[in-house]
Each structure stands twice: as structure tokens, then as C-alpha cells.
């Protein structure tokens, strides 16, 4: 099982994604901007203001509330088998 424990966004539209196992990734929304529920997060204050760990993965609360319903997730296994891993978080590139 893969457990998010914490998101930091980032200006760009990635975002640095923590696992419970210690493994850290960056993850590319970009390419899902433009479709979809996606489109509620296209504009960078967005973004970065929902972003959030819900369901134990990263999401973005759409509600304020910390809604495990209304909210726009991203399986965590996909995070974790389709993103670049990084070994210091202070490192961008």
C-alpha cells in the first residue's frame, strides 16, 4: 500500500509528494490541467491553495472542509510508479 504523508506544491505544477515508506517524488500534474475536474485547479493559486493529503494521497480540497468526497485525487500507486524520484526535496530541477 502507498500512503502519502505530506505534499508540498509547487509554483510550477508539480508537486513534492512524501510516502510513508520514506520515498519522495516529484509529481508532473501539468499534463492533467486541461481535462476534466483537472480544469478546477488550472489557475496556480489553486493549485497550490487546495492542494492537500486526503485519502492518503494528493488531492486538492475542493470543498475547504477536508471532504474525502469532494475532492480531486490522484491514485497514490500511479504517483509512486509514474513520477520522478528525488532524493533531496531542496533540489528542484
Given at each position: 500500500?502507498?500512503?502519502?504523508?505530506q505534499v508540498i506544491p509547487q509554483e510550477?505544477?508539480?508537486?513534492?509528494?512524501?510516502f510513508e515508506?520514506?520515498?519522495?517524488?516529484?509529481y508532473d500534474a501539468k499534463p492533467l490541467l486541461n481535462k476534466g475536474v483537472f480544469k478546477n485547479i488550472s489557475?496556480?493559486?489553486?493549485?497550490?491553495?487546495?492542494?492537500?493529503?486526503?485519502?492518503n494521497?494528493?488531492?486538492?480540497?475542493?470543498?475547504?472542509?477536508?471532504?474525502?468526497y469532494n475532492c480531486i485525487d490522484i491514485d497514490p500507486e500511479t504517483i509512486y510508479n509514474s513520477s520522478d524520484t528525488i532524493s533531496d526535496p531542496l533540489i528542484l530541477n
Open positions: 500500500m502507498y500512503n502519502v504523508i510550477n505544477f508539480t508537486v513534492i509528494v512524501y515508506d520514506g520515498v519522495i517524488k516529484k489557475k496556480i493559486e489553486d493549485f497550490i491553495s487546495k492542494c492537500a493529503v486526503i485519502n494521497t494528493l488531492a486538492w480540497d475542493m470543498s475547504g472542509n477536508y471532504d474525502t
